[in-house]
């Protein structure tokens, strides 16, 4: 029977201890290099930890802070209720935002905003119809979709300024009318 050298398994339990010493210490390392220091002096262990603690934190906050921004702007509550938009009146049991319409007018440039949800896409077109219908000139059309939400802004011209106040107005409605008509 084969005794075990005490020595020889002592000093297996120090290499191991130092490896594992060694590699929390790069683990430290690591997480310290990736925090941004307010100090170029020197910190103990603790001070690091405290300091990545405290970032991740402050992540974390505006990452939430965030969030809310977003989910507020795009018209949707969030699941805890504390959506940062003050009125939910045009949200939906989705949480998706009931189509919108902004048409804003300064001398003879028109900028038309509408918010859809992807299935009223086709509102985009039947607002370009409209606006040539009351003798618009498109001058720019895009759009970006963000999740389930499009969001289209027409840039235009009208020909007579003067008439502009009756002619948005005019606008308006008939595109109110295709929401209602459309369901959207």
């Given amino acids: 029977m084969e005794q075990s050298n005490p020595s020889s398994s002592r000093s297996d339990r120090k290499t191991i201890e130092r490896n594992r010493r060694n590699h929390m210490k790069a683990l430290y390392s690591e997480l310290n290099s990736l925090v941004p220091h307010q100090t170029s002096r020197e910190t103990s262990l603790p001070e690091q930890l405290d300091e990545a603690t405290s970032?991740?934190?402050?992540?974390?906050?505006?990452?939430?802070?965030?969030?809310?921004?977003?989910?507020?702007?795009?018209?949707?509550?969030?699941?805890?209720?504390?959506s940062s938009s003050s009125s939910n009146s045009?949200?939906?049991?989705?949480?998706?935002?009931?189509?919108?319409?902004?048409?804003?007018?300064?001398?003879?440039a028109l900028e038309v905003v509408l918010i859809t949800g992807?299935?009223?896409?086709?509102?985009?077109?039947?607002?370009?119809?409209?606006?040539?219908?009351?003798?618009?000139?498109?001058v720019s059309a895009s759009f970006t979709v963000v999740e389930d939400t499009v969001f289209h802004t027409i840039h235009s011209k009208v020909e007579e300024p003067?008439?502009?106040?009756?002619?948005?107005?005019?606008?308006?409605?008939?595109?109110?009318?295709?929401?209602?008509?459309?369901g959207c």
Avoid at 55 to 70: A, D, F, G, V, W
Avoid at 122 to 136: K, P, S, W, Y
Wanted: proline content about 1%; hydrophobic content about 40%.
């Fill in 55 to 82: 970032y991740i934190k402050k992540l974390q906050t505006n990452l939430e802070r965030m969030k809310e921004k977003k989910d507020g702007l795009m018209g949707m509550e969030r699941p805890n209720g504390s």
């Fill in 162 to 182: 003067a008439l502009g106040d009756e002619a948005t107005a005019r606008i308006s409605e008939r595109v109110n009318k295709l929401f209602v008509r459309d």
């Fill in 118 to 138: 992807l299935d009223c896409q086709f509102m985009f077109n039947e607002t370009i119809r409209v606006l040539h219908e009351e003798g618009a000139e498109i």
């Fill in 90 to 108: 045009g949200v939906m049991a989705m949480g998706i935002r009931s189509a919108q319409i902004e048409i804003h007018q300064n001398g003879a």
